[in-house]
């Protein structure tokens, strides 16, 4: 069962900000919202995670609703190299519990 | 810092023959993943060991995959025999053991290209 719903792809100008929404309306309290992104032939990468507070780190910003039923990863400004699949994952606590990826957004930066 | 290393990156094999992949996960990571990832589909877990130990194994196909971590580091993926369906990319991830950080996210690997004719 999918815990997450993504659009499928989304483009978005180089320099703009870009806003990947995340679905989760099944998330239970305990539950993180993590992000990955895969860059073509690389493996997932890593970008942020928060429970219910927005977070922020070098490399995105996470705005998570208050009732925690969706989310947004934003890429304040956006470049070519952040062209890739990004993921939204839900989950209790990572590294002793498998990813669940789903099919993810496509994310295509325009020059 | 080294990132997880996999070998090959690319390998072509007919059906019926048999494949293996490495994984040499980064220094100090005791958990180790296998994942496939099918043509644009996400990673789906395969294997998980906590050192030596496979803890996770419920997706492994057990009748033609096998996958060890001897002396819990390296780690070996073997299919035997491949199948057409086999082709994909197989992926190995690592991360610290439960409990030494507080949200121990996976490393990934560049992953093996598989293509089985």
């Known amino acids: 069962d999918a815990k997450t719903t993504q659009p499928p792809s989304m483009d978005c100008a180089e320099g703009r900000a870009a806003n990947l929404p995340c679905n989760h309306s099944?998330?239970?309290?305990?539950?993180?919202v993590y992000w990955y992104r895969q860059i073509h032939s690389q493996g997932p990468q890593y970008i942020i995670h928060?429970?219910?507070n927005n977070e922020t780190n070098e490399m995105a910003s996470l705005i998570i609703t208050e009732d925690r039923k969706s989310s947004t990863l934003i890429l304040p400004h956006a470049t070519l190299r952040d062209t890739a699949v990004y993921y939204c994952?839900?989950?209790?606590?990572?590294?002793?519990?498998?990813?669940?990826f789903g099919t993810g957004t496509r994310l295509t930066i325009i020059p | 810092e080294a990132g997880v290393v996999q070998s090959p990156r690319y390998k072509i094999i007919e059906k019926k023959q048999p494949v293996a992949f490495w994984c040499n996960p980064i220094?100090?990571?005791?958990?180790l993943y296998w994942y496939l990832q099918n043509l644009g589909q996400g990673p789906e877990l395969l294997i998980r060991?906590?050192?030596?130990?496979?803890?996770?194994d419920s997706q492994l196909p057990k009748d033609r995959f096998s996958a060890e971590r001897l002396k819990g580091v390296d780690s070996t993926l073997k299919i035997q025999p491949a199948e057409l369906g086999d082709s994909a990319v197989y992926l190995c991830?690592?991360?610290?053991?439960?409990?030494?950080?507080?949200?121990?996210?996976?490393?990934f690997g560049p992953g093996t290209r598989l293509t089985v004719l």
């Open positions: 099944t998330i239970s309290g305990n539950e993180y």
């Open positions: 220094s100090g990571h005791n958990t």
């Open positions: 928060g429970l219910k």
């Open positions: 994952i839900v989950g209790e606590n990572f590294g002793n519990e498998k990813l669940t």
């Open positions: 991830a690592s991360s610290l053991r439960p409990g030494q950080g507080a949200h121990n996210e996976q490393f």
């Open positions: 060991y906590e050192n030596e130990e496979a803890v996770d």
